[in-house]
């Protein structure tokens, strides 16, 4: 009888709406039945703005062109309220016929047993639009004032990256459709001080072999892949089904690409992802590393082109943390402290089985001999694990080519796969981190680590002083600073510490609602901890509130910090880098009360200093 109503009412609705047909703004929808709506572009205009429903499922577009299909992408459709709009580019099929087939997700077509909702009513069939312009303003309060994030839409790896010319290029895993993780296509930015970013279109999008993952971009100085003397030539993995390495290439110095037309390049029979390519200047070979993700290991291949690759060896099983994937790999060599030697770096990032759950980079030293990567051993003779930052936030961190000043220069994504496509922004999802400049050394064990220091161009960005100690020993009463709310809470806090053999010292930040970090220092264990459980808006995640631990590595209790804090991240970095810790917060508003004290005694402070941001 419930059963009998139901049909009864959905029948009835369904007989009082038109059949379906939604017409205007040049943009003319019709419902054909089942899951599958026709939408013609009738009229002028750059964009159709699509409305997204973040909460929906995922509706398959076909963009038809002259009949033909170009292009598959997926997006969010609006249902009942509409989040944000996302734009497709028309203009590169201008002047021809063009039109979308639809299937909407199962449950949101015209089914009247089950009394689905009604294409016909939703948002998305009936305000499509057109436009001339698509609107970036941004909106969001969390959205970082000084770090890299897409102009709209969602973002996770950094990809690609090389320098050339003066111009530190980075592309990034782009979803131009959505906030959330889709549509993967390299998005493309640029900088000359690896401060200001520039966007530009996206550089490469996803065909028929599949959508764009992550990969990396090498200069081809001596032509030897054939596209051109000094041709900018990117590998990244096509992922449909199954996940095979394809190239693109680019004259114009990586702002438009083509793709190679032997593509795919490498196919193997497991999941292998994220190429890494670069010319080893000691074998003069093309060096690839693959992530082998579900075998937990890296794949090294050479090659004399680019283009045929041959097996050398794998690294890594039975290594490291071997909880979840390895992705994204890098390889490179750094200087040895105090010497003429080098040592090689392999980054292995892993998703999950980080220290503090989720995502997490982490890294191997050792040797290369242009085939082969051997870690070193501890005293203990062991492969330690070690990693690159102490936070919950920092993944897929890969480094830039053609540095400058054989400078080794990486960036990573300033998220956690455990919550990134909850946190709480809308037009754009995820930041990267700061760049850091990479170099090894001895911690107070007798091995060697890579220390993360900030790299040297974010100097500029200091602004005035807006709070200053001189020296002072601190007890357990907090020395208290409020920092003028012009900054918007954005500073860099620079501190020197002594605190002897056992001291403790914190250093929080909050704000008038009670909302804090907690940064605290203990000499007697040599660690670092990180509390951001408090830090603001966490109820999209259960994951989220944390307290994170890094080891120091020194053995006299003084401590330099530098930290930089932007509208929704804490980077806290340790003596030169040798300690890092990355973490987002959202604070309700921003933090203006610092305080630092000594709860356990006393504790030399050397100076404090913090900047205002530029
Ligand atoms: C890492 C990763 C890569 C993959 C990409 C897809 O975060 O899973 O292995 O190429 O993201 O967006």
Redesign the pocket.
Known sequence: MEKLKQIMTCAAVAALLPLGLHAGDGVKAEFLGGNNTLVRVTGEGRYLLLPVQENRDDAKINVLVDNETVKTLYVRLAGTGTDYTVPLDLSPYKGKKVSLLIETPEGHGQGLHECKSEVKDEIWFRTMSLGDTYDTTNREKYRPAYHHTPLYGWM??P?GMFFKDGVWHLYY?HNPYGSK?QN?TWGHSTSRDLVNWEHHRDAIEPDGIG?I???SCAIDTENSAGFGKNTVVAM??S?ART?QQSLAWSTDGGMTFHKYDGNPTLTLDSEA??PNMFRNPETGEWTLVL?H?LDHEMLIFTSPDMKEWTLQSAFGKGLGSQEG?W??PDLFELPVPGGKNSKWVLIC?I?PGGPFGG?AAQYFIGDFDGHKFTADTDKDGKVPTKWMDYGKDH??TVSWSDAPDNRRVVIG?MSN?EYAADVPTHQYRSANTLPREMRLFRGSDGDLYLASEPASELLALRGDAVAESGKKTLGATPVKYTLPASTEGLCEITASFDAGRKGVFEITLGNAAGEHVTMKYNASDRTMTFDRTEAGVSDFSERFPAVTVAPTRENNGKVELRIFVDRSSVELFGNGGRFAMTNLVFPTSPYLDLSVSAPSGKVKLNSLKVYSIK
Do not use: P
Request: charged letters at 15%; a negative charge; hydrophobic letters at 35%.
């Open positions: 996770n790896d990809n895993q993780w993967m959508s993952f992550s990969g990244y993995t992922a996940q992802r994220d992530a993700a994937v992705e994204c990032n998703n995502s993944y897929a994504w796969w």
